[in-house]
């Protein structure tokens, strides 16, 4: 942990080597995805979009072989290491593997854990602790992935295991940003189905928060689960009001007009005709 202005953040290394975690991987990175993470995270941070960040980076002298393309064509790299930061490496994946395992009591501790020393304003001894837990977490992936739009930013691989549970941009790997408007850009070379595409953002976020609800299940009443799932519905409008929004102050649309969404639309259909 390392403590700044009274905030709390955690260190972890990124192609340190083999973890715990590593599973058939070698835990090294390339210097120049490394590069790439350090100069992007900062960017972020800049832009104003919540994200973790590179505290330093080390070049390495171990040798990584690495398929850049995913063409078969291997070849020797140079490593490097960056000590990065976010105030919780805790993602979505992190309470869904625990729910799928039936580990059901480490995961309402590491989820009592995470509403302690993340979300101080939802009060321990509340009932529904899960559910507001749940709430926020679904409105701040809208604001996020909003906010990635706004500047055209493209994740790359948007799994679970990707996810911040505090709603933070993590895991720099195939990241992009699109030169021209087009939502069908993709800057994971390994992603031939366009899955993760740029214009797929915001429903995979929906989709991944329907894995958080389905690992928070187990540990919901009847009457809290028919309210968690409510909840997930309106993410739709939670992610359609912060991205009009943030469009709207870029274009300097003032107070409401019926109009502003048409023009909004037509704006970026021009773009992606030019």
């Known amino acids: 942990y390392f403590c700044r202005h009274g905030e709390r953040w955690e260190l972890q290394l990124k192609g340190s080597g083999k973890t715990p975690y590593s599973r058939n991987g070698d835990g090294r990175a390339v210097l120049r995805s490394s590069v790439r993470e350090f100069l992007c995270s900062e960017a972020m941070h800049y832009l104003g979009i919540p994200t973790s960040r590179a505290a330093s980076l080390v070049v390495s002298d171990d040798d990584v072989w690495r398929d850049q393309f995913y063409n078969g064509n291997i070849k020797k790299e140079r490593g490097a290491i960056v000590l990065r930061l976010a105030k919780s490496w805790f993602r979505i994946g992190s309470l869904e593997i625990l729910a799928h395992s039936g580990e059901l009591d480490l995961l309402r501790r590491l989820l009592d854990f995470i509403i302690q020393e993340h979300f ?27 906010l990635w739009m706004s500047v055209g930013f493209a994740h790359g691989v948007c799994n679970t295991d990707n996810f911040s549970l505090l709603s933070m941009t993590i895991d720099y790997g195939p990241f992009g940003f699109m030169d021209s408007y087009d939502p069908n850009f993709v800057p994971n070379t390994s992603d031939d189905e366009k899955r993760y595409k740029i214009g797929n953002q915001a429903s995979v976020g929906q989709f991944n928060l329907s894995k958080l609800l389905q690992a928070l299940k187990p540990l919901l009443d009847p009457r809290q689960k028919q309210l968690a799932s409510q909840i997930l519905k309106g993410y739709g409008e939670h992610y359609y009001n912060r991205f009009t929004e943030l469009f709207k102050t870029k274009l300097g649309l003032l107070g409401e007009n019926e109009n502003d969404n048409y023009l909004i639309a037509f704006l970026l259909k021009v773009s992606l005709l030019c």
Not at 125 to 143: I, P
Request: hydrophobic share 40%.
């Open 120 to 146: 101080p304003s939802i009060a321990m001894n509340d009932s529904n602790r899960y559910l507001e837990f749940f709430s926020t977490v679904v409105s701040e992936t809208a604001n996020l992935i909003s």
